[in-house]
Structures are given as C-alpha cells and as structure tokens.
C-alpha cells in the first residue's frame, strides 16, 4: 500500500487578520474621497453659474430702467411710437439674452404745490396704460419737491434658475422676478408730456 502524502490544511485568517489587512489596505482610496466629494463640488459649480447668470441679469434690468428714464426725461413731449421704442432698448441691453416675460411700464408722475405726488401719465410694453390718471404714486422722500415732474420707469424679467436637483428647493426659489424702479427728473421745461398715453 502506498502512503499518501499528508496534506496540512491552511487555516483561514482570523476575523481581526482581515479587519488589520482592510484597513492597511489604501488602494481606491482616492476614487472613494472623489466619490464623496464630486457631488459637493458638482452642486457648488453650478450655483456659482447660477449666480453669475443671476447677476448679469439683475444688472441688465437695473441698466434697462436707468436707460428708460434717462432717454424719456430727454424729451419734453413723448408719445407711443416713442415709448415703444424703449422695447428694442431694452432688448439691446440684454444682449445676448433674451429676457423672459419683459415687462416694461413708465409713467409722469406729478407733483403739486404740496409735494403731492400724482401719476399723469403711463404706458406699458402691451401699449396700455397700468396706473389711472390722478392716482397716488410711492415716490422717494428725497423727490418730494412741490410743482415738479419726474418720471419712473419700472423693468421686471422672469428668471429661471438652473437646478439640477430640482426635488431639495421649493418653486419660488427656482423662479424669480427680478425687477427695478427709477425716478428721475425732467431735463427740459417744467414736465414731459405724453400726447396720446
């Protein structure tokens, strides 16, 4: 009878054996921290687009209603064919945007001998008229000068901020009016009329 050879079985490592060679184990150590942190760094580049983006148009609006009244105290007299032009001012001054529900509204505001401040006139970009003649207007404390003429020019846009994970912020975060009023006054004469607002 042969003898066979006699075979030593390996003992499997302990639990702590595996644990201690685990842990003394780095490979795929950088793809894990990476894993971890991409989508941090990912959400952080896409807010700081978001809020450059934000920014140009906040400054694009800001520019507009500055524009506006400063072209219309211009004059001494406007009319609807002028004030409709303000929409191609507008447009040119978002460029290379294209601006989102534009709305566009001017109005000559007038104040009487008591500094009371009243609207003479308005126009909006739909060619209508947003306040009533003789009604009140909010006008700075500053501008509160008796028998004068200004005029305000409001500019809103409809902004929609690019989200990716829409689900974590409410609707109203992701969509924003960013809008701004400018007084200013008449540059020539006592007042700017509009002869068919």
Known sequence: MEEQPIQLQKRSPGVLTRLKRLVADRRGVGAVEFALIAPLLLSLYITSFEITIGLSVSKRVTHSASTIADLVTRETSVDKTILMTMKDVTASLFAPYTPNTLSIKVTGVTLDANGNPTVAWSWDQADGRPYAIGSAVQVPADMHIANSFLVR?????????????SGLLPSEVRDLTISREYFYRQRLGDSVNCTNC
Do not use: G
């Not at 020019?153 to 994970?165: Q, T, Y």
């Open 153 to 165: 020019a409001e500019v809103s846009v409809h902004h929609e901020l690019l989200m990716f994970m």
